[in-house]
């Protein structure tokens, strides 16, 4: 493993043994999300330095997600990334935590129905009084009573 030293910042950028020689005749900078990306990106482009290593070890990154398995973006040796799908990758991102995908998505509650939305809309609560009620969020209770205000609308 060696060691690049971006042009704006003291974070040393690692890479592979192999890669070194070609990626040090590159100056790096560092982005405002930490990412490395070529100072002259008119001759090299706007990738990434982890899309470089994965295009330099022959890998078809091509509508793919290229992600730190340590979680450190300036850990670019081929051995910490993993090339995914972006379904695969926001999983990675979003692991345990809720309000994300499947049940634990308050838009997948089968408890937040359009009658107990309508029942709490007649006793005069307002769409974030109801959310705090049920425990899920507003966009949730507009998400059930949209279709019936789009109907209604339509007669």
């Given at each position: 493993m060696k060691y690049i030293l971006p042009t704006n910042s003291d974070t040393p950028i690692i890479v592979d043994d192999d890669l070194y020689p070609i990626l040090n005749g590159i100056k790096w900078y560092q982005t405002k999300d930490n990412?490395?990306?070529?100072?002259?990106?008119?001759?090299?482009?706007?990738?990434?330095?982890?899309?470089?290593?994965?295009?330099?070890?022959?890998?078809?990154?091509?509508?793919?997600?290229?992600?730190?398995?340590?979680?450190?973006?300036?850990?670019n040796r081929f051995i910490n990334l993993k090339i995914s799908n972006m379904r695969e990758h926001a999983s990675i991102h979003h692991k345990g935590k809720t309000g994300f995908a499947g049940e634990s998505n308050p838009s997948y509650r089968k408890?937040?129905?359009?009658?107990?939305?309508?029942?709490?809309?007649?006793?005069?609560?307002?769409?974030?009084?109801?959310?705090?009620?049920?425990k899920t969020n507003p966009e949730t209770v507009y998400k059930r009573i949209r279709p019936f205000k789009t109907m209604r609308g339509s007669s």
């Open positions: 990412y490395f990306r070529p100072s002259s990106w008119r001759t090299y482009g706007k990738k990434d330095i982890h899309r470089w290593v994965c295009w330099l070890k022959n890998e078809n990154i091509k509508d793919k997600h290229v992600h730190h398995l340590n979680e450190k973006r300036n850990d408890d937040v129905t359009l009658t107990r939305v309508f029942a709490l809309m007649s006793r005069g609560f307002n769409v974030k009084s109801i959310a705090n009620i049920l």
